[in-house]
């Protein structure tokens, strides 16, 4: 599998359980994320937290790729809009209900509703192709997924 980094943001409103919230981030990434928040007003001026999950080392980056689950990362890899997801800077893009997220279920968001936005940095040099790499990173992490029965059971 080839990962630079991972980073999670979600984001909750004055009313939100913040540390629902952050347990949730931690389960997603296994536990091996810096999370920080923080505390800022909306556009609208309404207050709200802003967090950051961010594992920087390849090693726990790959391992906390796994805990998506085997099918959500065989769904993204057999996608054929995998392209879609991947920007200029070798970028994969993943949004995740946050709903489902705190209820410890791992779903792709809908889009019309509050989500946890995931960036993979992909490791990916001259020459290679970047969907391709993405899907084989995913494949791997899958089948890891299945091997080590990931994700774990979250208690909310």
């Known amino acids: 599998m ?4 991972v980073a999670w943001n979600a984001t909750s409103s004055g009313v939100g359980s913040i540390e629902v919230i952050e347990a949730a981030l931690q ?3 296994g536990g091996g994320a ?6 800022v007003k909306s556009y609208h001026g309404a207050r709200m937290t802003l967090f ?3 594992i920087k080392k390849k090693k726990a980056a790959k391992q906390s790729i796994c805990h998506l689950g085997p099918d959500l990362l065989t769904e993204l890899s057999l996608s054929p809009d995998l392209g879609k997801r991947i920007d200029d800077g070798n970028v994969l893009h993943i949004r995740l209900s946050i709903s489902s997220l ?5 779903e792709l968001s809908s889009g019309s509703e509050e989500q946890v936005k995931g960036r993979i940095k992909l ?3 001259p020459g290679q192709d970047s969907i391709q790499n993405a899907r084989e990173m995913l494949s ?17």
């Open 34 to 39: 810096e999370i920080t928040r923080e505390k």
């Open 52 to 54: 950051r999950a961010q």
């Open 102 to 106: 705190v209820c410890g279920s791992i």
């Open 27 to 29: 389960w997603l990434t």
């Open 2 to 5: 080839a990962v630079h980094n």
């Open 123 to 125: 490791e990916v040099y």
């Open 140 to 156: 791997a992490a899958a089948l890891k997924a299945e091997v080590e029965g990931l994700p774990v059971e979250f208690d909310v």
